[in-house]
């Protein structure tokens, strides 16, 4: 009678070197598939603070809109890794702030820390994951759009100075110190 031939299996390193293979192969993939999610559609200056919460992921974060307002980024306080977004606007962008009387002002652009010292850039704006924002203000055109730390992901869109003043500064909490008693016109 004879004898069926034995069926080799296979030893355990050679199972081995194949979850080896397959672990590095799926990293690869899994990272190459974030890294095409992480792509943005282009930003308007109404979808700024929604876009900011939502790449976020939980963590603080600053959107940095260079000194041209025309490429801007997420950098997150964990990572050293940045967000590239793009960063759709009609006309000029400038950046808008109160002076000591509650007057709107232009306030040029904003200097951001880096390894080598300090760099103008056009704006930020910081989340934190407690859900409060940096206030900011920003004109584009004759359109104003004011970012508030708390409430609507929208910012309030107007053309009137007094509307965003409104939103920002309500008088009988905080006076505008201007009058006879401080020296201001």
């Known amino acids: 009678m004879p004898l069926k031939p034995m069926r080799r299996g296979f030893s355990l390193i ?6 080896l293979i397959m672990g590095v192969v799926s990293s ?11 792509a943005t559609p282009p930003t ?3 979808t700024l603070k929604n876009n900011l919460f939502s790449l976020s992921n939980g963590t603080p974060s600053t959107l940095i809109c260079t ?16 967000i590239p977004i793009s960063l759709k606007k009609e006309g000029e962008i400038t950046r808008y702030g109160f002076d000591r009387y509650g007057e709107l002002r232009p306030m040029g652009n904003a200097v951001i820390p880096t390894e080598k010292g300090y760099k103008e850039v056009c704006f930020t704006l910081k989340y934190s994951p407690e859900g409060f924002f940096s ?5 584009n055109n004759q359109t104003f ?12 869109i107007t053309q009137s100075e007094e509307k965003v003043r409104a939103l ?6 905080i006076p505008t110190q201007n009058g006879n008693y401080y020296g201001a016109p």
């Open 14 to 19: 050679e199972l081995l070197v194949v979850l």
């Open 44 to 46: 308007t200056l109404s």
């Open 168 to 173: 920002f500064y309500d008088e009988a909490i």
């Open 28 to 38: 690869i993939a899994i990272f190459a598939l974030r890294k095409s999610n992480i």
């Open 67 to 82: 000194a041209a307002c025309q490429h801007c980024f997420i950098r997150t306080e964990n990572s050293s890794d940045t």
């Open 135 to 139: 206030p900011l203000i920003l004109k």
């Open 145 to 156: 759009y004011a970012y508030t730390p708390l409430g609507n992901m929208e910012p309030l």
